[in-house]
């Protein structure tokens, strides 16, 4: 018997699909920001408050008609500082060390910690399958950061940290969020959530950088940055997080993040064309493992599947 729940999946997958795509162009603008010589917490200021009236017209357009609970709205408050101003600066700070294409797949890395975050937190048992993506998927990370490692550095380490870091506490975000979502619906939430973590990033700013908080400064970046900006707070923030939290909303954080396993391909193909990253053998097949892995988490053998119980 068919749910009312269930008929919006299709619509529900195309979401998630379309705000994982545009996700996977974040770094393009990153980097193409940071050419124009502005630094990660600028960069993040500037793409939050240019993103900020959105979410405010989005969330009063819902609110009319909705009440929130004040808890619910703390509860998304809270988890928006951890899954945008927290997980967002230290994914654009590891930006600065690491090329995109190592990026994405250090960041899509979260269906891995979305699952185990799960078991923990909601007792959902995965198969065990998760073992061998898990391995399957750090070697291949592996490969890409020897390679990276070995071209670009030191500072690799220090970036591939700090989106693992990101990527963790994302996960957290997701695994959290699905709950008040439900009861606030995707743009309250969203909204609330967005709102938060810009207030968060200008006292962050205020505390560590006051200056760069005054008029003169924030008017006065080329219009390079102001473009690259606006595309990154219109079109790989607030339309792709409205997106995905509706998907979330129907489908549930798991199934929303395993669909994310093109993303990585996408951003590489952008990364490669637009910033004129090279794409080794390495980077190919770690790739390959990585995604494999991400697919068997997806799709795991009737053999693992019963080892579940």
């Known amino acids: 018997m068919n749910t009312p729940a269930a008929r919006p999946a299709p619509y529900a997958h195309a979401m998630a699909i379309a705000a994982i795509t545009l996700f996977s162009a974040k770094p393009i603008f990153i980097k193409w920001a940071f050419a124009h010589g502005i630094d990660a917490s600028q960069l ?113 380490i220090t970036g591939t940290l700090l989106v693992l870091a990101s990527a963790l506490l994302f996960a957290l975000y997701m695994v959290l969020s699905r709950a008040p979502i439900q009861r606030m619906g995707a743009i309250p939430f969203t909204a609330v959530a967005m709102l938060s973590s810009t207030l968060v ?29 606006a595309g990154l707070a219109v079109f790989c923030t607030f339309i792709p997080a409205l997106l995905g939290s509706e998907a979330v909303r129907q489908l549930g954080p798991e199934q929303v993040s395993l669909l994310g396993n093109g993303g990585p391909v996408i951003t590489t193909a952008l990364a490669v064309l637009l910033l004129n990253e090279t794409f080794t053998p390495w980077h190919a097949a770690g790739m390959g493992m990585i995604l494999a892995g991400l697919w068997l988490l997806q799709h795991p053998p009737a053999a693992l599947i019963a080892a579940r119980s």
Request: aromatic residues 10%; glycine residues 10%; proline residues 4%.
């Open 44 to 156: 993040m200021m500037l793409r939050l408050l240019m993103a900020a009236p959105l979410f405010a017209l989005a969330g009063l357009w819902v609110v009319r008609n909705h009440r929130s609970t004040l808890r619910d709205v703390g509860i998304a408050a809270g988890l928006g500082v951890l899954g945008s101003y927290i997980s967002g600066l230290l994914d654009m700070t590891g930006l600065m060390y690491i090329n995109a294409q190592l990026e994405r797949m250090l960041l899509f890395t979260y269906p891995i910690f979305t699952v185990l975050l799960s078991w923990v937190i909601y007792k959902r048992r995965p198969s065990r399958a998760i073992y061998l993506c898990i391995v399957m998927t750090y070697a291949g990370l592996a490969l890409m950061f020897s390679n990276d490692l070995s071209q670009q550095g030191e500072g690799v």
């Open 201 to 229: 990033m200008g006292v962050h700013q205020g505390l560590l950088a006051p200056g760069q908080l005054s008029l003169a400064h924030l008017t006065g970046y080329s219009p390079e940055v102001y473009g690259l900006t």
